[in-house]
């Protein structure tokens, strides 16, 4: 089952990872570099062929067992249109209505796949992660941005242009911080590492232990009302923030989960770290692309 393989692509902020994965979720091989700061639209598109080519040689050079990946999946920072036809990331400014699946498409000759880099990265945590076998969960992510996909009945949740889950714009703080979606006191706007950052004048790695449960409350907060309304159970958070955080964050955002959870359905809902670290946005990528291939 594992002799599948697809090219996974990760196209981040501040760097650029791909690798060959199979069936499995194994990934064969993989190279990552610096996502370029000088230069235009096509200088970072030329970086993330150049990222990917490269994860492909190190297959064929030695991977064991490789063969020719049959697509590709890409997981890349939205909001985007349906499919990745046209990507605008928050976090990469030259990429406006940027067409990323079908300039792809033509670079590597494959089928490609392109969905949000959160969504990707909760289809991993639900494969092969601490969703694994889940069929109603959330999986989030909190670092430089707040983001997330939801399943619920076993199906990835996509909405009306594809960007359902963007829980950063749950509001937590009617009052709080601006936002850039034109809100105040969104999730992003108070839990990401920019935002505490900012409200506090600390990076996260060196915020004290009362802003990291702050943010863990938050979080909680924000997963308490998708409990209730969605009828989930488990939240699986990842990202630089959370995990950083570590235990002060988790058991403030489940202390504020079971404050507010108290409906015969949404008891005994849960706020566990993600458990695939660095592996998860490429197991992620891959996923998109074998969600899109056709079932065999
Ligand atoms: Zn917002």
């Known amino acids: 089952v594992g002799a599948v393989q697809v090219l996974a692509v990760d196209i981040g902020g501040t760097k650029l990872a791909a690798g060959v994965v199979d069936a499995a979720g194994t990934i064969v091989s993989s190279d990552r570099g610096p996502t370029p700061t000088q230069g235009g639209a096509e200088a970072l598109f030329d970086a993330v062929v150049a990222v990917a080519e490269s994860a492909l040689r190190r297959t064929a050079r030695d ?28 976090n990469i400014a030259v990429w406006r209505h940027f067409p990323l699946r079908a300039r792809l498409a033509a670079q590597l000759d494959l089928p490609t796949f392109v969905d949000n880099d959160a969504k990707a990265l909760a289809r991993a945590e639900g494969w092969l992660g601490a969703a694994a076998g889940a069929r109603d969960y959330i999986g989030m992510v909190v670092s430089t941005g707040v983001g997330g996909g939801i399943v619920v009945d076993g199906r990835l949740l996509e909405g009306a242009s594809g960007n359902a889950g963007h829980i950063g714009h749950v509001v937590v703080e009617p009052d709080g911080r601006p936002c850039a979606c034109g809100g105040r006191g969104c999730l992003e706007a108070e839990a990401s590492g920019p935002s505490i950052e900012a409200a506090f004048g600390v990076a996260p790695a060196d915020a004290p232990e009362p802003v990291r449960a702050r943010t863990g409350t938050l979080v909680g907060r924000a997963v308490a009302s998708l409990v209730s309304a969605l009828d989930i159970r488990l939240a699986a958070v990842a990202g630089s923030v959370a995990l950083g955080f570590g235990t002060p964050f988790f058991e403030a955002a489940n202390a504020e989960v079971r404050l507010r959870c108290g409906l015969s359905y949404t008891e005994g809902a849960v706020i566990v770290p993600a458990v695939l670290g660095d592996r998860g946005p490429l197991i992620g990528a891959a996923a998109v692309a074998f969600a899109g291939l056709p079932s065999p």
């Open 63 to 90: 991977g064991a067992g490789a063969v020719a990946p049959i697509a590709v999946g890409v997981g890349c920072g939205g909001p985007m249109e349906p499919g990745g036809e046209a990507v605008s990331p928050l």
